[in-house]
């Protein structure tokens, strides 16, 4: 039966002794968009009051299209917009395609501007509220394999006299929404007014953000700005890269980064460094980006070829498969009726005990359920080849607790995505005891970001310390073609 309201008992130890083996390949710590495609889509959002008070926060005059202002600039001035210089720098490649949003944000649309058609979005300090839908739209870009950029500025900047500051705008954004408000990015953006210093960036040759192909970096720029507070405990992919004067680890964070789904996430703390100081007329703007005390055009052009998949991986490696792709279903032993068979994790998760049942056949793997604080994982290791344009993670799901709260969650089951070191390249959903329900759910989720890589898919189950929840699983896929 699936009803359950106490403490489980398990049948059998399935698992007994496995530790968790991910394969021994060099992977990349996160994955090109699904929706990559050369040159790399990059939209910047005009939308939401970016241009009130003294902000210019655009690439140029002409919307959606910069191109019909100057079609080959060879200076930022060829552009008019604070963040000219950002823009034409990213035109000069060649391997940029560039737009304008002016109106709401939407995914899944078929406007010249929806969020399907891009890789990334730069949102320059908006001073605006987002709607329920446009929320909705940007967590969902993310999660399928999205790159955001949020840029703040320091509390109070409220430019347009709306009683809302950009911090406020994108903590709303995170804390707000409808497809995963509990701390998504793994940070919170404080509500501070620093009113100057030169940040400086970590020791790590190999992140591809402070040393991209556009240089390296070294120190940013505090002009009013904010940093960030990491929550490692509820994202460990969120990582500070530059921080504020005197600080570090989870604090004082000013340029950071992050995964969620399959996408990835930046966050910097100030509009100054971006701002080349030119713009439209009565506009008093300051040259952040030329700064010669910082390295701040360095880190925007990174950080958007990292945002776009354009940079590889976070962690280094190179990717796996074959370049080309054969329908299939990848995960073995994925109704868990072989037993212990290609999963590893949680002695005993692998189950076909009479105290909940299985959606298909005898066994399934039961997560948690005990009634004390307790973890169990659930994890296999596969390699997605490289030619594949669909990866289609489906599972079904089936939750029962003993807990009475509607509103709190307990207890809770994460979906991750990790590379060969065991860092988590993306959370593609958590759930918890307020998903309980009566019978299975089939959840499904998109890996094509992955394609050509090594991972591991891994279940967390963690259970508090007095009500029994169990997440149960079977009938667990992921076909590529």
Request: hydrophobic share 35%.
């Amino acid at each position: 039966m699936l009803g359950l309201t106490g403490p489980r008992h398990r049948a059998g130890a399935l698992l007994a002794g496995l530790a968790l083996v991910t394969a021994g390949v060099a992977v990349q710590a996160t994955a090109t968009p699904a929706v990559a495609a050369t040159p790399h889509r990059i939209l910047f959002d005009d939308g939401h009051a970016e241009e009130a008070g003294n902000a210019d926060w655009i690439i140029s005059t002409s919307k959606p299209d910069p191109l019909a202002q100057d079609s080959s600039p060879s200076s930022e001035t060829d552009w008019t917009g604070a963040l000219s210089s950002w823009g034409v720098a990213l035109q000069k490649t060649g391997n940029y395609s560039l737009k304008t949003a002016t109106s709401a944000l939407t995914y899944g649309g078929t406007s010249a501007t929806d969020l399907s058609k891009f890789d990334t979005l730069v949102l320059p300090e908006p001073n605006t509220l987002f709607t329920t839908a446009e929320k909705t739209a940007i967590m969902t870009f993310v999660k399928n394999g999205g790159g955001l950029f949020m840029i703040s500025d320091h509390t109070g900047s409220d430019r347009n006299n709306d009683g809302e500051d950009a911090v406020e705008i994108l903590n709303d954004l995170m804390t707000n929404n409808s497809v995963d408000s509990a701390d998504p990015f793994g940070f919170s953006i404080d509500s501070l007014n620093i009113g100057s210093d030169y940040p400086s960036a970590i020791s790590d040759s190999t992140n591809p953000v402070l040393h991209g192909s556009f240089g390296t970096v070294t120190k940013s720029l505090i002009a009013n700005g904010t940093t960030a507070t990491l929550k490692p405990a509820d994202n460990s992919s969120v990582e500070g890269l530059v921080y504020r004067t005197g600080y570090s680890g989870n604090s004082g964070a000013f340029f950071a980064t992050s995964t969620f789904g399959s996408g990835r996430v930046a966050f910097w703390g100030d509009s100054s460094p971006v701002d080349d100081g030119t713009g439209q007329s009565g506009n008093t703007l300051y040259d952040g980006w030329n700064d010669s005390g910082a390295t701040n055009a360095a880190l925007a052009l990174n950080a958007t070829e990292w945002l776009s998949g354009a940079s590889g991986s976070s962690g280094g490696g190179t990717g796996g498969g074959s370049g080309t792709c054969t329908a299939a279903q990848l995960l073995g032993n994925n109704g868990f009726e072989s037993g212990s068979t290609t999963w590893t994790g949680t002695s005993g998760v692998i189950t076909n005990s009479g105290s909940q049942s299985a959606r298909t056949g005898s066994y399934y793997a039961w997560l948690d359920g005990y009634g004390k604080a307790t973890t169990d994982t659930l994890a296999q290791t596969v390699t997605i080849p490289s030619g594949c344009t669909t990866a289609a993670l489906s599972f079904y799901l089936h939750v029962d607790t003993a807990e009475t709260s509607t509103s709190t969650a307990y207890d809770t089951l994460k979906v991750q995505v990790l590379n060969s070191s065991g860092t988590v390249l993306g959370t593609l959903a958590t759930y918890s005891n307020l998903n309980a329900a009566s019978g299975y759910t089939q959840r499904g989720f998109s890996l094509a970001s992955y394609a050509g890589q090594t991972v591991t898919l891994k279940f967390t189950g963690t259970e508090g310390s007095t009500l029994q929840t169990s997440f149960v699983l079977d009938d667990t896929a992921l076909n590529v073609s």
